[in-house]
Structure formats: structure tokens, C-alpha cells
């Protein structure tokens, strides 16, 4: 081969090479949007919508509400989410990098190994999500709120990283000052059950607790079989594996509620509110009273025989 052929050869080695890095620098194989713009529809109802392991990279959800959808394994690194509501999601393994969060909300979010490594989480709602083994490294954690439920990664201080813990007002069965449960049927009771105290594990069966605030409390295994609990605040409670068997739960709240491994065979739910609410494992059965346009089963729940 004579040195002008050698040259041809190199020179069109060299433009092939040129050409391929062009094109893979220009091409379609960033797809920090494709997810949003292209094979994924956020245009509509976000709540409860199933987008685990989408990419939803640089996406603007500002404002957006995605309560209780699944983004388990979805990548949403510097996405701007501010203000947007996550109550109630199921996000573990989820990529929230360098994302903009102030005041997003995570009220009772399933957030286990969730990475928010350099996120801008000022005033972001915690209150009773679940950040086992979740990364916050470099985080801006500035009066982010939680409560005394909210699972953090171990040996993270919320507090030194300048979040802050909601005051959780004492338990109360409205008019009395003390919430106190009584027997459903009024009358002697079980001598005074303090709710103000600790109620994991608490043996509340056939009790009256109708009116009480339970906001942020640990309630889990708590047994509240044939109890009644109309009107209560289970607001970012932990009803973590709490038997419901029979419960009145008439117009009770339990927004973003952990209420995973919860049976509700028998209760009456009539107009409760489940807004982001999470219902791993939870069951429940024929005899059980939904709150009008509540799908049990699009929520996760499952129905015994």
C-alpha cells in the first residue's frame, strides 16, 4: 500500500469516527424527556396512575397532584415538582436527584430507598412517609415538616438537617379535654383509655373513640375490632397491620394515612376520606362500606373470599 492510499484510508477512518460521535451526541438517545413527551400521557387525572420505572427526568409536575400513583423505579432527577402532591405514593427506588421539591407534598409516601441527593426539599411535607434507607445526601432539608411516624434512613438527624416535627396536638375526643374511650354502649367503659399515650399495640375493641385526633400518632397493630371511630383524624397516622374488623369508621380522615396490612373486613367507611392514603397488603371484604367512588381494588387492596 503506497503512502497516498494509506492517507485516503486514514483520513475516511477518521470522518466515519467523527460522524458516529456527532450522531451519538445529537441523536435520540438522550431520553431525559422522552418519557414525559413521548411514551408517557401526563396530561391527565396523575392520581393513582402507574408510571413505575418511567423517565420522567427534567419533567415540570409544579402544582401537579399524583396521589397514590406508583413511581416505583421512576427516574424524575431535576424535575421541578414544587408544590405538587405525592400523598400516598409508592416511590421506592425512585430518582429525585438535583430535583426543585419545595413544598411538595409526601404526606404517608412510601419512599424506601428513594434517592434525593441534592434535592431542594425546602417546606416538603414528610409527615408519615416511610425514607428507609432513601439518600439525602446534600439535600436542602429547610423546615421540611415531619412527624413522630415518618421513617427516616438509619442515623439521619431531621432535625440537625434543619427539618422540623410537627406539633402533634394532644388526643382528644371533642368536648372533653382528655380523648377517653368509652364503651360503644356509653355506659361504665373499660375504666378510661388515655389516648394520649403509647398506642402501638393498643386493645381498643368495642370502644368509643368517635372524635378524637389521632393526626401523626403510631396506632401499629393496634386492635380496633367493633370499634367505633366516627369523625376521628387518622391524618399521617401509622395504622400499620391494625385489625378495623367490624369498625365504625363513619366520616373519619386518613389522608396520607399508612394504613398497609389493615383489615377492614366489616367496616363501615361511609364518607371517609382515603386521599393518599397507602394500602400495602391491606384487605378487606363483601360486608365492607367503601366511601362513595372509592375502587378498593384500584388502591391495592384485596378482597378475602
Known amino acids: 500500500m503506497n503512502r497516498k492510499t494509506s492517507k485516503f484510508w486514514l483520513l475516511l477512518v477518521t470522518l466515519v469516527i467523527g460522524a458516529s460521535l456527532v450522531l451519538t451526541a445529537c441523536g435520540p438517545a438522550d431520553d431525559d424527556l422522552g418519557g414525559a413527551a413521548g411514551t408517557v400521557d401526563l396530561t391527565g387525572d396523575l392520581r393513582y396512575k402507574d408510571l413505575s420505572g418511567k423517565n420522567l427526568a427534567s419533567v415540570n409536575l409544579s402544582g401537579r397532584d399524583l396521589t397514590g400513583a406508583n413511581l416505583s423505579g421512576a427516574t424524575l432527577n431535576r424535575a421541578t415538582i414544587t408544590s405538587a402532591i405525592f400523598n400516598g405514593v409508592n416511590a421506592t427506588g425512585t430518582i429525585f436527584t438535583s430535583t426543585k421539591a419545595a413544598g411538595a407534598s409526601f404526606i404517608g409516601a412510601t419512599l424506601e430507598s428513594a434517592d434525593f441527593s441534592k434535592a431542594d426539599l425546602t417546606g416538603a411535607n414528610f409527615s408519615g412517609a416511610n425514607l428507609k434507607s432513601a439518600k439525602l445526601s446534600g439535600a436542602i432539608m429547610t423546615n421540611v415538616v415531619y412527624t413522630d411516624s415518618t421513617i427516616w434512613p438509619a442515623g439521619y438527624n ?6 422540623k416535627l410537627a406539633v402533634q396536638p394532644t388526643a382528644t375526643a371533642a368536648p372533653q379535654p382528655t380523648a377517653t374511650a368509652t364503651t360503644s354502649s356509653g355506659g361504665g367503659g373499660s375504666g378510661g383509655v388515655d389516648l394520649s399515650g403509647n398506642l402501638i399495640g393498643a386493645d381498643l375493641t368495642g370502644q368509643n373513640i368517635s372524635g378524637a385526633n389521632l393526626s401523626g400518632r403510631n ?21 400499620s397491620n391494625v385489625k378495623c374488623i367490624g369498625t365504625n369508621l363513619q366520616y373519619a380522615t386518613f389522608i396520607g394515612a399508612v394504613l398497609n396490612g389493615v383489615d377492614f373486613s366489616g367496616a363501615n367507611l361511609t364518607g371517609a376520606t382515603l386521599t393518599g392514603a397507602s394500602f400495602t397488603g391491606a384487605v378487606y371484604n363483601a360486608s365492607t362500606i367503601w366511601p362513595a367512588g372509592f375502587d378498593p381494588i384500584a388502591a391495592g387492596l384485596g378482597l378475602l373470599p
Open 158 to 163: 431531621p432535625v440537625s438537617a434543619g427539618a
Open 219 to 239: 396506632l401499629t397493630g393496634a386492635i380496633l375490632t367493633n370499634a367505633t371511630a366516627n369523625n376521628v383524624n387518622f391524618n399521617a397516622a401509622n395504622l
